[in-house]
């Protein structure tokens, strides 16, 4: 699909278009793209966002950035690196990250000394801990993929990208499936490491939080390349841009952002020095200006939450403090951005300095595993205590009462839906949306009086005046309405 990829718009000069020879590795495509005559990128696919490998000649061996995810095409990968480069004496391998996509094929490197954050190992142990989980995923997967590609009509470029994900898809079922133990890093590091390869000095900074909790940078000084992994992409070149869709702070992944925030500012300070950064995956691009962006904006929030919480400051208003579009207009249509993503990382980020727990994960848990009103009640009346142990978000529990609409848990709905009424009594769309959950549990007389609550509250709700018009007109059929 795009065969003739031009990384040229990049901040980078040196950039050479990328090759797409006729050779191809397991039925895939070989995309070969020279950054420098030392340096080779390569991988494999068209259509799928594929990891891209970023290979080193230096005077001490190959130094290799990260695998593509299966020990048999980066086998392949490292022929064909080996003939690029002119060598093959391979030295070091490191994984930019933990993730399956970047580690699964370290494998095809398990005579070099494989280097990554201390948390990598972990990671990929965590990830292999789930492995029949994915097994089960993989047996549905396949035949889907199988029936969806019989579908397509011959010869379509939906055809060409359901048979990329095929083969990948069947190669790393095989891989997982097979008796291969992962291959962890075999050397790690904190928060920097700089390795010494002769002629060309690698220096690794930690930068976990906003994609995995082991993300590095690697920077190589002699070629002005800053390799960033997964963590960050301003302009997809496909429109599935696979790992870099997102620029976000997941909760329960551990994260040190003021270590986070001393690294990213080492890097700006190389200004020109960077002369290209170069994205984990092929399809996508990173510009100094879109990396500065993402540094100011992840301090702003890091700040914004810690003066909140020093302050004794609300949550709720801070979230609209900094919303996306109040706060960060410029960044709402930027690659990664999204509302929920921004909000996500602010209740990270919270989450991180002040140690308190979501009240709603909390009452969802409660209310699921049907906890009397004295468990309920002791998460209640933590709110407004100080140091607090829950924060309460209105949104947060609401959306929890959703959840439990869509598991088909009625009851469990109302009752986390009416604890949240009771926690915000002035919000009229804590009132609607216990409407709705009562609807759903056949209560059309409770329903009537949540949502002329929620009007009195709010004259211009349209959803409750529709609400009660169906209800007068009989139209709202108990159990129906779940949504
Ligand atoms: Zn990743």
């Known amino acids: 699909m795009n065969r003739s990829l031009s990384m040229g718009a990049c901040v980078g000069m040196i950039l050479m278009a990328a090759v797409a020879s006729a050779e191809t590795v397991a039925g895939l495509p070989v995309h070969i793209q ?46 064909i690196i080996a003939r690029e480069l002119g060598r093959s004496d391979f030295k070091v391998l490191i994984n930019t990250h933990e993730h399956g996509d970047h580690t699964g094929g370290n494998g095809a490197y398990a005579d070099c000394d494989i280097v990554g954050h201390e948390l990598v190992g972990a990671g990929m142990a965590a990830a292999q801990a789930d492995k029949a989980q994915s097994l089960a995923w993989y047996a549905t997967r396949i035949p889907e993929l199988e029936r969806e590609l019989a579908a397509q009509p011959a010869g379509s470029a939906a055809m060409a ?25 075999t050397k790690t590091f904190s928060d920097r490491l700089t390795l010494d390869m002769g002629d060309t000095a690698v220096e690794l900074y930690y930068i976990g939080g906003m994609h995995s909790a082991s993300d590095i940078a690697v920077f190589l000084p002699k070629h002005g390349l800053l390799l960033t992994g997964d963590t960050m992409s301003d302009k997809w070149l496909t429109d599935t841009p696979g790992c870099l869709a997102s620029f976000v702070a997941r909760a329960g992944v551990r994260h040190d952002f003021p270590l986070l925030l001393e690294n990213w500012d080492l890097l700006l300070a190389k200004k020109d020095a960077v002369k290209v950064l ?130 088909g848990k009625v009851p469990q709905a109302v009752r986390i839906m009416t604890v949240n009424r009771d926690l915000f009594p002035e919000s009229w769309n804590v009132h609607d949306s216990l409407g709705e959950a009562l609807l759903a549990a056949g209560d059309a007389g409770a329903a009537t009086a949540s949502y002329e609550k929620s009007l009195a509250l709010n004259p211009g709700n349209a959803s409750a005046t529709e609400a009660l018009a169906r209800i007068r007109n009989g139209a709202a059929v108990p159990g129906t309405n779940v949504r």
């Not at 990208?161 to 890093?185: C, D």
């Not at 909000?343 to 009452?363: F, K, P």
């Not at 978000?393 to 869509?406: D, K, P, T, V």
């Open 161 to 185: 990208t359901l048979q990329e994900q095929l083969t990948v898809t069947r190669l790393n079922h095989e891989a997982l499936a097979s008796k291969n133990k992962p291959v962890p890093p």
């Open 34 to 79: 020279r950054l420098s005559p030392e340096v080779v990128r390569v991988w494999v696919g068209d259509a799928i966002s594929s990891t891209a490998t970023v290979a080193v000649a230096t005077t001490k061996g190959v130094l290799v950035v990260d695998t593509t995810g299966n020990t048999v095409i980066d086998g392949e990968l490292r022929g």
């Open 278 to 407: 170069v994205p984990g995956h092929w399809n996508g691009e990173l510009s100094r200006d879109g990396f500065a962006a993402r540094v100011e904006y992840v301090r702003t929030l890091w700040n914004g939450v810690n003066r909140c919480a020093t302050e004794g400051g609300d949550l709720a208003a801070l979230q609209a403090e900094l919303a996306l579009p109040a706060r960060f207009p410029a960044l709402v249509a930027s690659p990664g951005f999204s509302r929920e993503n921004n909000y996500m990382t602010i209740l990270a980020l919270w989450t991180n300095v002040t140690g308190q727990e979501s009240a709603a994960d909390r009452l969802y848990a409660l209310v699921d595993e049907g906890q009397g009103n004295e468990a309920i009640g002791a998460v209640v009346t933590e709110r407004g205590a100080k140091p607090a142990r829950y924060f309460f978000l209105e949104g947060q529990i609401n959306y929890a009462g959703y959840r439990f609409l869509q598991e």
